[in-house]
Antibody
Framework: QVQLVQSGAEVKKPGASVKISCKTS????????IHWVRQAPGRGLEWMGI????????TYAQNFQGRLIMTRDTSTSTVYMDLNSLTSEDTAFYFC?????????WGQGTLVTVSS | QTVVTQEPSLTVSPGGTVTLTCTSS?????????VNWLQQKPGQAPRALIF???YKHSWTPARFSGALLGGKPALTLSGVQPEDEAEYYC?????????FGGGTKVTVL
């Protein structure tokens, strides 16, 4: 069955970077895009960006331009999200989601806490 | 930057019907309105209900339906069940980016 399994919770200091992984299985990795979405405590969902696994090309939401990088490793069917220059506003759950425009499968979420 | 607006909250009685709408400041994109609807319950990841504005996933209960109403994307819940109490988000595709609505909290009371 299709699975997206994310790495564990992270605690970071302001100004640091965080890298979260999303390991996929149960389908052909290069056939679906992967999106990243975040949700701050008590807030709504926020689309961060999308990566195309065959090429590795990514598109980012305007709010994250310049400090977000998405990469992939086709040998392990894993996508990575690297967010730098963290502030307390980046404290949130981060989700990866598989999509061919339908967002049908989601990772379990990774909590990132930014605190001094 | 595109802003997508949803009703903040709606209340519906068990067995009743409720319609949620989704308004984009940018209007329809080049694909027209390509909308996904997702349900999220507390402490859980979102779950996709509708894609391509009207299409259901295999797990989507028949009581959920997506449509364009008055030119706006809409999600209708008919014969609401207590387990439908949740936050519902629309997700629109505009060019190269996707934009979430602010979410609608549906209370079943």
């Amino acid at each position: 069955q299709v699975q997206l399994v994310q790495s564990g919770a992270e605690v970071k200091k302001p100004g640091a970077s965080v890298k979260i992984s999303c390991k996929t299985s149960g389908y052909t990795f290069t056939s679906y895009y992967i999106h990243w979405v975040r949700q701050a405590p008590g807030r709504g969902l926020e689309w961060m960006g999308i990566i195309n696994p065959p090429s590795g090309s990514a598109t980012y939401a305007q709010n994250f331009q310049g400090r977000l990088i998405m990469t992939r490793d086709t040998s392990t069917s894993t996508v990575y999200m690297d967010l730098n220059s963290l502030t307390s506003e980046d404290t949130a759950f981060y989700f990866c989601a598989r999509s061919y425009d339908d967002f049908d499968h989601w990772g379990q979420g990774t909590l990132v806490t930014v605190s001094s | 930057q595109t802003v997508v607006t949803q009703e903040p909250s709606l209340t519906v009685s068990p067995g009743g019907t409720v319609t949620l709408t989704c308004t984009s400041s940018a209007g329809p994109g080049t694909r027209g309105f390509y909308v996904n609807w997702l349900q999220q319950k507390p402490g859980q990841a979102p779950r996709a209900l509708i894609f391509g504005t009207t299409y259901k996933h295999s797990w989507t209960p028949a009581r959920f339906s997506g449509a364009l109403l008055g030119g706006k994307p809409a999600l209708t819940l008919s014969g609401v069940q207590p387990e439908d109490e949740a936050e519902y988000y629309c997700l629109l595709h505009h060019g190269d980016v996707w934009v979430f609505g602010g979410g609608t909290k549906v209370t079943v009371l």
